[in-house]
C-alpha cells in the first residue's frame, strides 16, 4: 500500500464517511456484467467544505480484506468511474470491494464493503440452448402465447441458486409458481441479432429439497410481434423461444444445473394472444390448472425444440421494465352501459380489475389518451394499433391483468357481455424503473403543471427504449426525439445506463460510411415520402444523437469510460457529415427532416419548416464536430481534437457566409448560430437581439419545431434577454407550451396545437400523427433547472457547478434539486419586496461559484461556494 506522506498517515477525517458504492451495473441484478466494473461512491459529511484528494480502493475475495489488493493512494478529486484494481474477474467469481478516501483532514475510515458477483462474461458458460414450442414456428399472425417447462429434483437443501435467463420474445418466468422477479417484458429491446440481454436472479428462496418446476411464458414482443406503421411481422425471428440456465449450490457442497434442452416440455393455455400494439386476449378458461408447479401432468404437451446459442449474449446493466405505480381512476357508466375509466393523467400501463360472470362472458377493455367531440375513446390517431384488452371469463371472479403488451392512454372503455359486474379498477403505471433525481418547482403552478407533464412523458416513453409515443403503432426509438430531449432526461431521472445501453446499439445500427439510423434499434420504416432531393437514409439532428446523448451523459454524470465507449460512434458519425459537404462547406445536397413540426409548417408536411433546413444540417453538423473536439480533448486524442475543432470552426464559417441573413429571420435560425457558435462573436449581441424582437414581434409565441426548441431558451438567457425567455416560457397562446397546460395537457404532445382553442381536435388537419405523449418539446425543463433555478454542471458530474438563478416572468420563488454523482445540490429562491433569498446546499466533494442575476448585488462578497448549506441576500438597484 503506498500513501503520499507520512502526515496522511497519521491523520484522519473522522466527520466524513464513504458511502453509496457502486458498479457501472444499475441493474439490481444478482450479478455485475462487467469483468472489470468501474466503481463510483459519495461522502457524507457534516462539515462544509469537504473535498476528496485521493482514495484507495481493496478488492478481497473475501470480507476480511486479510490478503486485499489495493489500488495504493490515487489523487483524485471525483468519486466516478474509478478502475477496478484487483484481476479480472472470472465467470461467478465473488469479491468484496472497499474504498477510503483523503480530504483535507487525513484519511476517512473504509466504507461498509460491497459485494460484486460476476454473471456469466463468456459464450463457452452457457450449456444451456433457447427451446421453442415446435407447433408454435412459422407463425405469420397473432397466436397464443407458448408456455414451456422442466421439473427436477434436488437431494439437499440449496444454499446458493442463480437463474440466468432471457427469450427470443419477452418472458415471464416462476419457479415453483412463483415469478422469478417483477420485473416486466424482459428482456426488453435491443438490436437482437447482435445484442440479447439475459438477466441473473437469486432464486435460493424459491427452491426447496425434493420436486421443483421452472416455468415461462413467452410471449411475441419486440421480437416477432407488429413493428411500426406497417404492423411488420417476425422482423427478428418466426418462433419466441426461452434461454435459462439455473445453477443451484446445495448444503452438502454438491450442484445440480438446469438448463433449456430438449427435455422441456411446451404448449399453450389462456393466452390465445399478445401483442404491444394489438393488446392481450386472455381465456381464464384454458388456463392450465397448476401448470407452473410440481406435480403438473404435461404429457400432452410438446417436447421443446431447440435453437442454436444466440450471439452477443450480455447482462442487462440497466434498470428493468416494471409496475411503477396504481393510480385509482374515475368511473362512470354511460348511456349504452360501457363503463368509461379517467385516470386522471395520460399514462403507460393497462387496467388491473376485477370481474364476475359465469363462465364464457367477456370483458373488453379499449384505450385511447383523448376523447373526441362526442366524449368517446378517439381512437383513429392509434393508426393500426388496436390497443384493446379482451378476457373471457371461466365462471366466478376473476382478477384480470395484461400479459405482454402495455397502452398508451389516460381513458378507457369497458365493454362487458350481459350478467359481468365489475368491481375495483386500477391503472397500473409501466416504465423502465429508473431512479428520479430531478425536482423543480416555482410559484406559478402552469410552469408546475408543465414540468409534472414532462417528467411524465418521460416516464411513459422511457419503456426499455427511448421511444418517441407510447401509444400507436410506431414506439419507436427515434434518434432526434432523444437527441432533443437528453439534457432534460439526464437531470430528471438517472439515465446513466439506460441510455448507454441504447447508444451500444446505436454503434452496433450504425451504416459502414458511419450514417445513424432514424430509429434505434433499426427497423424497416418502408418508403418516406417523395423528397427533392436525395435522402441519405439519415438526417441531421436526428443522427446526431449519437454526438449529443454521448455528450449529456459525460456532463451529467461524468463517466470518462462512457465518454470513451462511444467515442467511435461519434467519430463515425461527425466522419460521415462531413463526407456529405459541398464545395462551399456545406451539408445542401440531401433531403432532410429539418426542424420538424415547426409550428407554420403544413401539418401534412411537417419538414417544410420556416427555417431552411440546409442550414439546419450544417449547423449541426458544426455542433457535433465541436462536442466531438471536446470529447477527443477529455480522452487524450490530442489530433483528433483538434481537426474537429477546426471542421466545427471551416463548417461555422461556411454556415454563417450562406446563411447569415436567412439565418436572423427565425427563432431556430437566430437559436442555433447562437448556440452551435455559427454566428461571429461580434455578431453575437446582433443576432441575440433579432432572436429576441421575433419573440417579441410574435407576441411569445414559440416558433420552433423539434430542432429549434432545445435551444430556443438557452439562447435568449445567454445573450442577456432573459424577459424574452420568459415570454416565450409563459405564453398561453397557441403556439406555447403553458398553451398545451391550459387545454389540460398532462404529457407533452407531439404538435404545438394538437387541440385547438375551442377544445377540439383537428384529426383531418394533423392526419393521424398526433400523440399526446412525446417528449421532445419537454426539453424545456433543462431551462427551468439550468436558468429559471440557476443550477447547472460546470465541469461534467457535477463535481463543479454554476449557481446562477434568472428571475422573471412574475415568478417570485423557485427551487431545483438534482441528485449528482456526489449528493444532492439545490438552490432555492425567493423575492419579497427588494429582497432576493437564495438557498444553496452543496455535497461533499463538490464546490459551486455564485453568479448574481442581472440587476440584483450580494450583501456579501460571494464567489466559491464549498460544500454545505449557503444562505445568500441579494438586493435590487446599485
Known amino acids: 500500500m503506498t500513501t503520499s506522506s507520512f502526515e496522511a498517515l497519521r491523520t484522519t477525517d473522522a466527520t466524513t464517511t464513504v458511502t453509496g458504492l457502486c458498479t457501472a451495473d444499475d441493474s439490481g441484478l444478482a450479478a455485475t456484467p462487467y469483468a472489470q466494473p468501474r466503481l463510483s461512491w459519495s461522502l457524507v459529511s457534516d462539515r462544509p467544505g469537504v473535498l476528496q484528494h485521493a482514495y484507495e480502493i481493496q478488492v478481497c475475495a473475501d470480507q476480511s480484506f486479510g490478503e486485499a489488493v489495493s489500488s495504493g493512494e490515487v489523487g483524485s478529486h471525483v468519486v466516478t468511474d474509478h478502475p477496478w484494481p484487483g484481476e479480472a474477474l472470472r465467470s461467478r467469481a465473488v469479491r468484496h470491494w472497499r474504498v477510503r478516501v483523503r480530504t483535507d483532514l487525513g484519511w476517512t475510515p473504509w466504507s461498509e464493503p460491497a459485494r460484486v458477483e460476476a454473471a456469466l462474461l463468456d459464450p463457452t458458460d452457457w450449456t444451456a440452448r433457447p427451446v421453442h414450442v415446435p407447433s408454435d414456428r412459422g407463425r405469420t399472425s397473432p397466436g397464443p402465447v407458448p408456455l414451456l417447462r422442466r421439473e427436477f429434483d434436488l437431494p439437499a437443501e440449496?444454499?446458493?441458486a442463480r437463474l440466468y435467463v432471457t427469450s427470443l420474445g419477452v418472458h415471464r418466468t416462476a419457479v415453483n409458481g412463483r415469478p422469478v422477479s417483477d420485473d416486466l417484458l424482459e428482456p426488453g429491446w435491443t438490436s437482437y441479432s447482435n445484442r440479447l440481454l439475459y438477466a441473473t436472479y437469486d432464486v435460493t428462496g424459491l427452491l426447496t429439497p425434493g420436486r421443483n418446476?421452472?416455468?415461462?411464458?413467452?410471449?411475441?414482443?419486440?421480437?416477432?410481434?407488429?413493428?411500426?406503421?406497417?404492423?411488420?411481422?417476425?422482423?427478428?425471428?418466426?418462433t419466441s423461444a426461452l434461454l435459462a440456465q439455473l445453477e443451484v449450490t446445495l448444503a452438502d457442497g454438491s450442484t445440480v444445473k438446469v438448463v433449456t434442452d430438449d427435455q422441456w416440455r411446451g404448449g399453450y393455455g389462456g393466452l390465445p394472444a399478445a401483442d404491444l400494439y394489438d393488446g392481450c386476449e386472455r381465456d381464464l378458461r384454458h388456463e392450465p390448472d397448476g401448470w407452473r408447479m410440481p406435480g403438473f401432468d404435461d404429457r400432452g404437451w410438446e417436447r421443446a425444440a431447440t435453437l442454436p446459442l444466440p450471439s452477443g449474449l450480455a447482462q442487462r446493466a440497466h434498470p428493468a421494465v416494471r409496475a411503477l405505480q396504481t393510480i385509482q381512476p374515475e368511473q362512470r357508466t354511460l348511456p349504452d352501459g360501457t363503463i368509461a375509466v379517467d385516470a386522471g393523467e395520460n399514462i403507460t400501463g393497462w387496467l388491473r380489475l376485477r370481474a364476475n360472470g359465469p363462465a364464457g362472458s367477456t370483458v373488453t377493455i379499449r384505450h385511447a389518451e383523448v376523447l373526441d367531440d362526442d366524449g368517446r375513446l378517439l381512437t383513429s390517431i392509434l393508426r393500426g394499433a388496436r390497443a384493446t384488452d379482451q378476457y373471457t371469463l371461466a365462471g366466478g371472479t376473476a382478477e384480470l391483468e395484461p400479459e405482454f403488451t402495455f397502452h398508451g392512454f389516460r381513458y378507457a372503455e369497458i365493454d362487458t357481455s350481459p350478467g359481468v359486474t365489475i368491481g375495483q379498477t386500477e391503472v397500473v403505471v409501466v416504465a423502465s424503473d429508473l431512479r428520479r433525481i430531478g425536482d423543480f418547482h416555482c410559484s406559478d403552478e402552469r410552469v408546475n403543471t408543465l414540468y409534472d407533464n414532462v417528467v411524465r412523458s418521460q416516464r411513459g416513453n422511457f419503456l426499455a427504449v427511448p421511444t418517441d409515443c407510447p401509444q400507436r403503432d410506431e414506439r419507436l426509438g427515434w434518434t432526434g426525439d432523444i437527441m432533443a430531449f437528453a439534457p432534460t432526461a439526464c437531470a430528471t431521472f438517472d439515465s446513466r445506463s439506460f441510455l448507454d445501453s441504447w447508444l451500444t446499439d446505436l454503434g452496433i445500427e450504425q451504416r459502414p460510411d458511419g450514417a445513424v439510423p432514424l430509429v434505434i434499434p433499426d427497423v424497416d420504416l418502408g418508403e418516406l415520402p417523395p423528397m427533392d432531393l436525395p435522402f441519405a437514409g439519415t438526417a441531421a439532428g436526428w443522427g446526431d444523437a449519437a454526438t449529443v446523448v454521448p455528450a449529456a451523459l459525460f456532463d451529467a454524470y461524468g463517466w470518462r469510460s462512457l465518454l470513451g465507449h462511444h467515442y467511435a460512434a461519434?467519430?463515425?458519425?461527425?466522419d460521415f457529415t462531413a463526407g456529405r459537404l459541398d464545395e462551399d462547406g456545406t451539408w445542401s445536397g440531401n433531403a432532410q427532416l429539418g426542424d420538424w413540426l415547426d409550428p407554420a409548417a403544413p401539418p401534412e408536411d411537417p419538414a417544410r419548416a420556416t427555417t431552411d433546413s440546409a442550414y439546419v444540417a450544417t449547423a449541426f453538423v458544426?455542433?457535433?464536430a465541436r462536442l466531438l473536439a471536446d470529447a477527443?480533448?477529455?480522452?487524450?486524442?490530442?489530433?483528433?481534437?483538434?481537426?474537429?475543432?477546426?471542421?466545427?470552426?471551416?463548417?461555422?464559417?461556411?454556415?454563417?457566409?450562406?446563411?447569415?441573413?436567412?439565418?436572423?429571420?427565425?427563432?431556430?435560425g437566430c437559436a442555433l448560430a447562437l448556440e452551435f457558435g455559427i454566428t461571429p462573436a461580434t455578431e453575437r449581441p446582433a443576432v441575440g437581439e433579432a432572436l429576441a424582437a421575433l419573440v417579441r414581434a410574435n407576441s411569445g409565441r414559440i416558433a420552433t419545431g423539434f430542432l429549434g426548441t432545445p435551444f430556443v431558451l438557452p439562447a435568449l438567457t445567454s445573450t442577456g434577454h432573459t424577459a424574452e425567455a420568459y415570454q416565450l416560457l409563459l405564453n398561453t397562446e397557441c403556439p406555447g407550451w403553458l398553451y398545451q397546460?391550459?387545454?389540460?395537457?398532462?404529457?407533452?404532445?407531439?404538435r404545438w396545437d394538437a387541440i385547438r382553442p375551442d377544445g377540439t381536435i383537428d384529426t383531418e388537419k394533423a392526419g393521424t400523427m398526433l400523440s399526446f405523449n412525446h417528449y421532445a418539446y419537454g426539453a424545456v425543463a433543462a431551462w427551468l433547472y439550468q436558468s429559471v433555478a440557476g443550477l447547472r454542471p460546470t465541469t461534467p458530474g457535477?463535481?463543479?457547478?454554476?449557481?446562477?438563478?434568472r428571475p422573471g416572468g412574475g415568478l417570485t420563488s423557485a427551487a431545483a434539486s438534482v441528485t449528482t454523482p456526489y449528493g444532492t445540490a439545490s438552490v432555492a429562491w425567493s423575492i419579497s419586496g427588494t429582497t432576493l433569498t437564495v438557498g444553496v446546499s452543496l455535497p461533499p466533494?463538490?464546490?459551486?461559484?455564485?453568479r448574481a442575476p442581472e440587476g440584483w448585488r450580494c450583501t456579501t462578497n460571494v464567489g466559491r461556494l464549498g460544500s454545505g448549506d449557503h444562505h445568500l441576500v441579494l438586493h435590487s438597484g446599485s
Open 158 to 160: 440449496p444454499v446458493s
Open 213 to 238: 418446476a421452472v416455468s415461462a411464458a413467452v410471449g411475441d414482443g419486440w421480437y416477432r410481434g407488429h413493428l411500426t406503421w406497417h404492423k411488420n411481422r417476425n422482423v427478428y425471428g418466426d
Open 570 to 574: 461519434m467519430r463515425a458519425w461527425v
Open 622 to 624: 458544426a455542433h457535433s
Open 632 to 668: 477527443a480533448r477529455e480522452l487524450g486524442h490530442t489530433d483528433d481534437a483538434d481537426r474537429y475543432a477546426a471542421l466545427h470552426r471551416r463548417t461555422a464559417e461556411a454556415a454563417w457566409r450562406k446563411w447569415g441573413h436567412h439565418a436572423r429571420t427565425t427563432q431556430t
Open 741 to 750: 397546460v391550459e387545454r389540460g395537457a398532462t404529457t407533452m404532445w407531439e
Open 798 to 805: 457535477y463535481h463543479t457547478l454554476e449557481v446562477a438563478p
Open 845 to 850: 466533494g463538490t464546490t459551486g461559484r455564485f
